[in-house]
C-alpha cells in the first residue's frame, strides 16, 4: 500500500522559511516524478514543483528562487525548502507522486497546513 506523509507545515512570518518534507512507502519511489502542489482557500489547487526521477526540476513562476525541490532516493522522501515567504504562499501543501508505466499511477499525501503571516 503506498503512503505519502507529509511534515514541516506551521506558521511563519513574511520573509521566513520552511523545509517541507514528503516519505514514501510502498512503491518504487526512484521511479516516480515527485510534485508538490498547493491549495489556498477559495482557489485552485496548483503545481508548485516538480523532480523528475533524475532530478530535473522545474517550478511555478511565482516561487522561482525562493523555493527549492529535492529527493533523497535512499530515503524515500522529497523535500521542499521555502525560503523568503510570503503570506500569499499560505495554502495547504500536497505532495504527488506520478509516473505512467502502461497506466497512470498517482498518489497523494494528506496534505500539510502552511500559513504565512505577522
Known amino acids: 500500500q503506498v503512503q505519502l506523509v507529509e511534515s514541516g507545515g506551521g506558521l511563519v512570518q513574511p520573509g521566513g522559511s520552511l523545509r517541507l518534507s514528503c516519505a514514501a512507502s510502498?512503491?518504487?519511489?526512484?521511479?516516480?516524478?515527485m510534485n508538490w502542489y498547493r491549495q489556498a482557500p477559495g482557489k485552485q489547487r496548483e503545481l508548485v514543483a516538480a523532480?523528475?526521477?533524475?532530478?530535473?526540476?522545474n517550478y511555478v513562476d511565482s516561487v522561482k528562487g525562493r523555493f527549492t525541490i529535492s529527493r533523497d532516493n535512499a530515503k524515500n522522501t522529497v523535500y521542499l525548502q521555502m525560503n523568503s515567504l510570503r503570506p500569499e504562499d499560505t495554502a495547504v501543501y500536497y505532495c504527488?507522486?506520478?509516473?505512467?508505466?502502461?497506466?497512470?499511477?498517482?498518489?497523494w499525501g494528506q496534505g500539510t497546513q502552511v500559513t504565512v503571516s505577522s
Open positions: 504527488n507522486a506520478n509516473k505512467v508505466q502502461w497506466v497512470v499511477f498517482d498518489y
Open positions: 510502498g512503491m518504487i519511489f526512484s521511479s516516480y516524478v
Open positions: 523532480i523528475s526521477s533524475g532530478g530535473s526540476t
